[in-house]
């Protein structure tokens, strides 16, 4: 979470916390006086614990706690398994925001404060129950669409909040509200922005997105689908705040799937944040993978992203020239910008937001790789906050003057620039390089390991790759040429004399040395396999028993589609243990890891178990 200022703090005190709106609270006053009179003086009695509780867990640690909360009652069919001295407990939940946690680990924070604030609750109450949660912890649950905290949190009734408890809980009810009525068409509910970056204010908008699929539409048009839901969802969006009462906070999103495809193949700044940042309140198993994709780094910007990022600087400042008074700023910003993102898109990074970019741009390629003056970072964050100024309303006016000035500072800017994109793809030209001489040395060693030749040394592969594969006639000859145009290639690099046209024919050549080299070692594994195959006919089927190393591997029907596909270990007498289930995705990690015996030997034992794995009927096939 963002930090407060202590001026802030005094000024304000809990002000921090979402208002109560006012008939809320002449709602809740009516509904307690006509409670009975035990039951309000229970209920009175729990709340001073709970200030207390409060009050003493906040002078702990008020950096760390995001919001307490008590939690409802357990479910009827609940309460029957609890013990009777658990009827009287007093559930509560101290939200914990571990964002800023950098001398112990997650849960070891967790750990600490779940022993300090239990022994605060027993001292004031033997009955008074705290959970603590991290935030972490509560985001990796949706990660992993367990929403049950969620749904707790939205029926609790918060004691403090920074923000953070008011988001979950009308993000929930909106959500329910919104998959009731339109289930079928909702891919994803997402919170994101600022609470979820860790820069949240008490002033912060909750947003939230919703993905709707729009792929199997008939009878409206996309557009008209997105339109006619929107309007009903943003109306449930205002009602989840009568309901809760926290109104006017709710900053609701849509978007059709086919669109937000489209933003992420152009490289949208936004939606990479936003699947960067954003924790799934629902999921359909779309927006998960996504995200573990960005992650992994396998979604990246096409090369028509890059050119049009990249593109756009020069068009835009030819634009400022003609509209220097009316757009001349945006044009600016837009111009230095996009070209920036793009430099980041080329280096392999997604595209950031904007408020990240010059950030990111002086690490990597001012502090990280030193290919940039930090001169130039400092005009692109002067050009960022004079943006911000004048869309904030802090700065009236640009003059002429001022303007000529960033068009001025903007043009040397996008120069440099270009002459960055030189040397990011000179550097990515010589990384490529390494990475084609390590893949081809790795995998020349895994065809001489099948040789039987172990641990071979870098100065042997040449000589080992040449006597014992080229000169038996096992590999063509061509390919020891293309070999040492590599190994020639690697040493112009470690001593800089490497050629772009040396990079152009080793990417060439190696494509074509590698296809060979894996299919050579696919051949030679399928010839070892099938020594250790045992093909059967059963009825009008046919199955085979892989036997590898100390497993068998069963494939009752090796036509069927989705294989059933069985395991047993192979004992000392050659018999197969207990058969159990197992998956097509055991067997390919067994034939990848486990080596194959160069004879494989049948004692008699197994035909009993192949008759009853198979049937009385079964036949064993020779030579198929």
């Known amino acids: 979470m963002a930090k407060k200022s202590k001026k802030y703090e ?18 809740e ?29 906040l002078e702990k640690f008020d950096k760390y706690i995001a919001g307490i909360t008590l939690l409802p009652p357990p479910k009827p069919e609940e309460q029957k398994e609890q013990k009777p ?9 101290v939200l914990v ?18 022993v300090i604030i239990g022994n605060i609750a027993q001292e004031i109450d033997k009955n008074l129950a705290p959970q603590t949660v991290i935030l972490s912890e509560l985001w990796q649950n949706c990660y992993d669409a367990k929403y049950e905290l969620l749904q707790l949190i939205a029926m609790s009734a918060p004691i403090f909040d920074r923000g953070m408890l008011a988001a979950i809980k009308i993000a929930e009810v909106h959500k329910t509200m919104v998959l009731k009525k339109f289930e079928k068409y909702i891919i994803s509910y997402v919170l994101a922005g600022s609470l979820i970056q860790g820069r949240a204010t008490p002033t912060s908008d909750i947003d939230v997105w919703v993905v709707i699929d729009d792929t199997d539409v008939k009878k409206m048009t996309r557009a008209e689908l997105k339109d006619k839901l929107r309007a009903i969802i943003i109306g449930m969006g205002i009602e989840a705040g009568d309901l809760t009462g926290i109104k006017n906070k709710l900053n609701i999103q849509v978007y059709i799937l086919t669109d937000f495809w489209d933003s992420l193949r152009e490289a949208n700044p936004i939606i990479f944040t936003l699947l960067r940042d954003g924790v799934p309140f629902y999921d359909r198993g779309i927006f998960m993978p996504w995200k573990y994709l960005l992650k992994m780094g396998k979604i990246k910007p096409s090369a028509e992203a890059i050119d049009m990022f990249m593109g756009s600087g020069e068009q835009m400042l030819k634009r400022v020239e003609l509209k220097l008074k009316d757009i001349g700023m945006e044009d600016i910003y837009y111009a230095i910008l996009t070209p920036s993102q793009a430099a980041l898109m080329l280096h392999g990074v997604p595209p950031p937001a904007p408020k990240e970019t010059a950030s990111l741009m002086r690490q990597i390629f001012v502090q990280k790789e030193k290919l940039l003056e930090d001169k130039f970072i400092k005009t692109l964050e002067k050009v960022i906050e004079t943006r911000k100024a004048i869309e904030h309303g802090e700065k ?3 003059t002429g003057k001022e303007i000529d ?58 000589n080992l790759f040449e006597n014992e594969l080229i000169s038996q006639g096992k590999i063509p000859a061509k390919f020891l040429r293309i070999l040492n145009e590599i190994i020639q290639a690697k040493k112009d690099y470690d001593e800089k004399k490497l050629t772009k046209n040396e990079v152009d024919k080793v990417q060439k050549d190696s ?27 059963h009825g009008s089927r046919y199955g085979e028993v892989i036997l590898l190393d100390k497993d068998a591997f069963i494939i009752h029907d090796i036509d069927h589609e989705e294989k059933e596909i069985s395991r047993a270990k192979i004992k000392d007498d050659g018999s197969l243990g207990t058969v159990q289930k197992s998956s097509i995705e055991e067997l390919e990690k067994a ?11 049948i004692k008699e034992p197994i035909f009993e178990n192949l008759k009853n794995i198979f049937g009385k009927d079964v036949e064993i096939l020779i030579n198929y």
Do not use: C, H, W
């Open 511 to 537: 494509n074509e040395l590698i296809k060979f080299l894996v299919e050579y070692m696919q051949r030679k594994r399928g010839r070892e396999l099938e020594r250790a195959k045992i093909r059967v006919k």
């Open 396 to 398: 009236k006016d640009m």
């Open 29 to 57: 006053k009516a509904a307690f006086d006509k409670l009975p009179k035990d039951v309000q003086e229970k209920l009175k009695a729990i709340k001073v614990k709970l200030d207390k509780f409060q009050k003493q867990a």
């Open 85 to 93: 001295e658990d009827k009287d407990k007093i559930n509560v939940l």
């Open 405 to 462: 000035e960033l068009l001025n500072e903007s043009d040397k800017y996008l120069k440099r620039i270009k002459r960055l994109f030189t040397q990011i793809e000179k550097m990515k030209e010589e990384q490529d390089m390494v990475k084609i001489y390590e893949t081809i040395v790795t995998i020349i060693r895994d065809v001489l390991r099948m040789e039987g030749i172990e641990k071979v040394q870098d100065e042997e592969v040449v």
């Open 97 to 114: 925001d571990d964002s800023d946690s950098r001398k112990m680990s997650k849960f070891e924070l967790k750990d600490k404060l779940s």
């Open 591 to 601: 034939l990848a890891t486990v080596e194959i015996p160069a004879k494989v030997f």
């Open 10 to 27: 005094k000024k304000n005190g809990n002000e921090k916390q979402q208002k109560p709106d006012k008939d809320m609270v002449m709602q």
